[in-house]
């Protein structure tokens, strides 16, 4: 790259921006960007790339640009950002930039007929094109096809399964009645059961789907069915602040009618536990607007009254359940738990709408029933108390369980819903969540990452591996593009017996299993392995401060991610404990008998052997499934992508967006685009296809000289097109420009015909001039061969030559390498005292050296006479460089001896001056301690003084001090007599007035009987009586 040139140099907020060359270095360039002229920006040669003339300027196809380059592509999203074009083709691949607002006229019925048929290129770059393609190709070839929808959460995947799921129904759907209606009205229903709110979409997919659009023979639609994976089952119990649970709880509150709310009990009560309380309300959506879609999409898809009742009491069942409380039993001497008071109406309320008794629910909630099977009694029923937590684990487990297999109820009733016998063939629509990455990453990330490196190993490999591999076998000389192969990864997480899921399976079976202990056999199994490390290695201070034991670190493709094991155990076990599913089974509610299946437990208990229900396992015999699905049908990818963490519209983050581009492996599909043919065909299936337009005598052409003919008359450019072994490949776009010159209107047919014959007629003749070419060109090669016959020979000779002389040249050369060592000789006798024998030595070598030299040159000597002079030489300089290295070891000795003897004397002379330094030292201290006695004495003498005068003063003070205490003494003891008697005269007053009060109320109560004795008198009217009472009252 010159100086002075527009280049794209890599920026951390905008990815890349756009700057000048204005200095070159030899490994680096220094860039100044336009933008900000003073930051000066310096970098490797491969990190700064070329930019386009008119960087203002868009194309729908990437692979159109001039230089492609990642800084290009990037800014090519960017400025078809700005104008609202949210589609970009990299060759056929689609890139989908999520707008964060409704565009308009985007996805109408009359954009939806625009795209019917045309091939991609021919209209703006479109998500239905991309359907159309996969239908389109699908006809062609007879063979399924598959669309991948890729991205991080929040890059719009769902919807743009929605789009080509309404695409493919609305424009190649119309003889199926209702069943592609239902294949799209399905979606609220899945998406109400199956999504969230997360803290990067508000309509987060929490699971995966494969829907399937089957086709008959005569290709209309006859059915259709849906795959989902990996439900992320522990959000029904808690959620991070900022999240909200699935959509179903927030529906059911806000816009179930009065009635069913009251038939739910959930009318006046809005705290639930399993309900981030700030999360029931939510601005950004509209809850009961999407309860009416809800019931919309029910109807749809078919299901009664009583089966959307049966869901919304399920839902209402959980969220009650989560209400359970618990608290520690301290009646319990094992140390089991109860249910808390206040948690009474919630148990009777679960029950109820579950169809339990109330006392086998809490019964199961609060202990577990396990049966011996080793000791004395084989089969012996014991009932475990649990504990405050682990009956909380096993109400969490209960409720995520009725969760899932709720949810397996809704996509088994939805696939009731279109079905089919037996199909031709199928369009799949793969949405799942993109790879993740958070501060605490858990079991669910683990095994989301993992199916994205095993999509991302199967887009390497269609895109990239099987793409270079079809050049090669096509001979078409192309560069090959390198790529990271992450099989490595895929092995350390799912190899047998190895792998990181199998020890997870195997730690689950441990009677007392532990995270820890999981951890460390990770950690020990793949000690060295690239992809694996300690979370101590991360890059983020909260991982560094997690243990060994903690977690591990695994470098995915996209980067690394760190995740902590404490809950990988409890997530990977799928089942209840035995209790919490027998009562279940024996539920008296019919949906609940549904979803738990006797037989299923019969089953599981019908082995003596520890039966995991292993959720790894089941996910990766899931996913192996879905990869042979996508590698028996052709594919298409639909990347999309996140253009800022606020998810708001009109803001373009673009180093976010390059990080999803290197992420999603679109760099390197540029390089090989940049060299390559996405577009091609089979000779057979061009002539089959445009046979008809031309006459017979061209058409009866072999299919090869058909399509050379057909190119040489359009007059494309060969830079276009390059024909293989078997198949014709063009540039990305180019292919659609054929098909549309090729279908154009006669007279313009004409006019190709024409050019064809005259091409035919032109290839014949250069067919036979480049015989003859053919024949002179020979005759050239045998006189060329004769005139470099002779060049040959007089090389020959010279080496012989050169052989036979070759070791006088080599000896002479050897032994002039010794002149080095006579000048270190030379140099060493230099320092020496005593010098003229050892210089006569050397003199007498170098005469050696000389006569050898000559005799070398004039005489015939073989090798091992040369070898032997060369010996002697270096022998002799040898033995006069060991004598010379003695002499100086002895002068350097005698030195040492001298110095040595210098230093001894001024030591001697060093240490009389420090004993007369001693010496005075110590009489000036005996002086000074004399000093210091005499002042001790005279101070110890007025202490005494002064403290005899204290004792005195002490002496006086406490006397006085006595006789205050005395005189106080004797006035507290009046005072208390005093207060003695005046008690004693109140205690006299309480008795008398005491005695006063009974004189009174035996008076009243004398009074009153006499007054019962006259009404009685009054009543039985008896003389006698009256007597009695007169005599009773004397």
């Not at 048929?117 to 070839?141: C, N, Q, W």
């Not at 060329?784 to 090389?795: L, S, T």
Request: aromatic share 8%; glycine share 6%.
């Amino acid at each position: 790259m010159d100086g002075g040139r527009k280049v794209w140099a890599p920026d951390p907020v905008n990815g890349y921006q756009l700057g000048i060359i204005v200095d070159v270095g030899t490994d680096t360039l220094t860039v100044e960007p336009i933008h900000a002229p003073k930051k000066l920006v310096t970098d490797s040669y491969d990190r700064i790339f070329p930019s386009e003339e008119d960087n203002d300027k868009d194309v729908e196809d990437n692979c159109s640009l001039m230089y492609l380059n990642e800084a290009t592509l990037l800014n090519n999203l960017r400025i078809r950002y700005k104008k609202d074009l949210i589609y970009t083709y990299v060759a056929n691949i689609l890139l989908a930039v999520n707008p964060y607002r409704e565009l308009g006229g985007l996805y109408s019925p009359e954009s939806i007929k625009r795209y019917n048929g045309k091939s991609i290129g021919v209209l703006p770059p479109h998500v239905f094109a991309i359907a159309d393609k996969a239908y389109r190709e699908m006809k062609a070839t007879k063979m399924s096809q598959s669309i991948i929808v890729s991205g991080e959460s929040g890059a719009g995947k769902t919807e743009s399964t929605k789009y080509i799921l309404r695409y493919l129904t609305v424009s190649y759907g119309a003889s199926a009645g209702v069943i592609e209606r239902r294949i799209v009205e399905a979606n609220p229903l899945l998406e109400s059961f199956g999504n969230a709110k997360t803290m990067r979409n508000i309509n987060s997919s929490r699971f995966g789907k494969f829907v399937e659009i089957h086709y008959s023979d005569k290709l209309a639609i006859i059915g259709g069915f849906i795959s989902h994976y990996l439900l992320e089952k522990s959000r029904v119990c808690s959620q991070h602040m900022e999240e909200r649970n699935y959509h179903i709880f927030y529906q059911l509150i806000a816009g179930a009618p009065a009635q069913l709310k009251t038939a739910l009990k959930l009318d006046g009560n809005t705290k639930f536990n399993y309900l981030n309380p700030v999360s029931l309300k939510d601005p950004a959506i509209n809850d009961v607007e999407d309860f009416k879609q809800l019931e919309q999409s029910m109807d749809q898809v078919g299901l009664s009254m009583e089966e959307k009742y049966n869901l919304f009491q399920m839902v209402s069942a959980l969220l009650h359940l989560g209400n359970i409380q618990f608290e520690e039993n301290t009646a319990d001497r094992k140390g089991g738990s109860l249910v808390s008071a206040k948690s009474k109406a919630a148990v009777s309320i679960t029950s109820h709408l579950l169809g339990l008794n109330e006392g086998d629910l809490t019964r199961s909630l609060t202990s577990r029933v396990m049966v011996t099977t080793k000791g004395g009694t084989v089969g012996t029923i014991i009932n475990v108390p649990l504990k405050k937590d682990q009956a909380t684990n096993a109400r969490d487990a209960l409720a995520k369980a009725l969760y899932v297999k709720m949810f397996d109820h809704i996509v088994g009733r939805v696939n009731q819903c279109f079905p089919f016998a037996s199909s031709h063939s199928y369009i799949g629509v793969l949405d799942i969540a993109g790879f993740e990455y958070f501060q605490v990453n858990s079991f669910e990330q683990f095994c989301i990452n993992y199916c994205n490196e095993k999509l991302q190993q199967f887009f390497n490999q269609r895109i990239l591996k099987e793409e270079q591999e079809l050049y090669k076998k096509e001979d078409l000389g192309l560069t090959e593009v390198t790529y990271i192969d992450n099989q490595d990864c895929i092995d350390l997480i799912e190899l047998k017996t190895t792998g990181i899921m199998d020890l997870l399976d195997e730690e689950c079976r441990l009677p007392k299993g532990s995270h820890d202990h999981f951890s460390d056999a990770v950690h020990h199994t793949h000690n060295g392995h690239f992809r694996l490390t300690v979370p101590r290695k991360s890059k983020l201070n909260y991982h560094r401060n997690l243990r060994d034991n903690e977690g591990f670190m695994i470098r995915h493709y996209a980067g690394a991610v760190c995740y902590q094991t404490a809950a990988f155990l409890e997530k990977n076990n799928d089942a209840l404990h035995d209790s919490l599913e027998q009562m279940m089974i024996q539920s008296n509610d019919p949906f609940v008998k549904l979803l738990f299946p006797a037989s299923a437990a019969k089953k599981n208990t019908g082995s003596k052997k520890l039966v995991l229900i292993s959720v790894s396992s089941k996910f990766k015999t899931q996913l192996n499934e879905l990869m042979d699905k996508l590698r028996e049908t052709g594919s298409s990818f639909v990347r999309c992508l996140k253009p800022n963490l606020k998810l708001e519209s009109h803001q373009f983050i673009g180093g976010q967006i390059l990080s999803q581009l290197q992420c999603a492996g679109m760099v390197s599909v540029l390089e090989l685009m940049e060299g390559g043919y996405p577009s091609r065909a089979q000779f057979a299936e061009l002539y089959q296809m445009y046979q008809r337009y031309l006459p017979k005598k061209l058409a009866q052409l072999d299919p090869r000289t058909f399509c050379k003919a057909l190119f040489r008359a359009l007059g494309m450019s060969e830079h276009d097109y390059q024909f293989g072994m078997s198949k014709v490949f063009f540039r990305a776009g180019k292919f659609a420009e054929f098909d549309q010159i090729m279908k154009s209107d006669p007279d313009h047919l004409a006019s190709l015909v024409e050019r064809v014959q005259r091409w035919l007629i032109c290839t014949r003749w250069k067919k036979g001039i480049f015989g003859v070419l053919s024949v002179l060109k020979l005759s050239r090669k045998i006189s060329y061969r004769a005139d470099n016959a002779i060049v040959i020979q007089k090389n020959v000779r010279m080496f012989l030559a050169k052989r036979r002389h070759q070791p006088r040249y080599t000896g002479i050369a050897k032994i002039k390498t010794l002149r080095g060592r006579i000048e270190q000789l030379n140099s060493m006798v230099s320092v020496l005292k005593k010098q003229v024998q050892l210089r006569q030595k050397i003199v007498i070598i170098e005469t050696a050296m000389d006569g050898s030299v000559e005799k070398i040159k004039k005489e015939t000597v073989s090798k091992h006479e040369i070898e032997l002079a060369y010996n002697d030489i270096l022998h002799s300089c040898e033995a006069l460089m060991g004598e010379m290295k003695k002499r100086q070891q002895q002068e350097r000795r005698e030195e040492e001896e001298a110095e040595r003897l210098r230093k001894l004397k001024e030591e001697e002379e060093r240490l009389r001056q420090i004993q007369e330094e001693l010496e005075r030292e110590r009489k000036r201290q005996e002086e000074e301690e004399r000093r210091r006695k005499q002042e001790e004495e005279e101070r110890r003498l007025k202490a005494e003084i002064e403290e005899r005068r204290r004792r005195e003063e002490e002496e006086r003070k406490r006397k006085e001090e006595e006789e205050r205490i005395q005189r106080e003494r004797e006035a507290e003891a009046e005072r208390k007599r005093r207060e003695e008697e005046e008690k004693d005269r109140e205690l006299q007053r309480k008795k008398e007035a005491e005695v006063e009060a009974a004189r009174l109320a035996a008076e009243e109560q004398e009074r009153r009987d006499y007054e019962l004795a006259m009404r009685l008198a009054q009543v039985s009217c008896g003389t006698a009586f009256k007597s009695l009472i007169v005599s009773l009252k004397c």
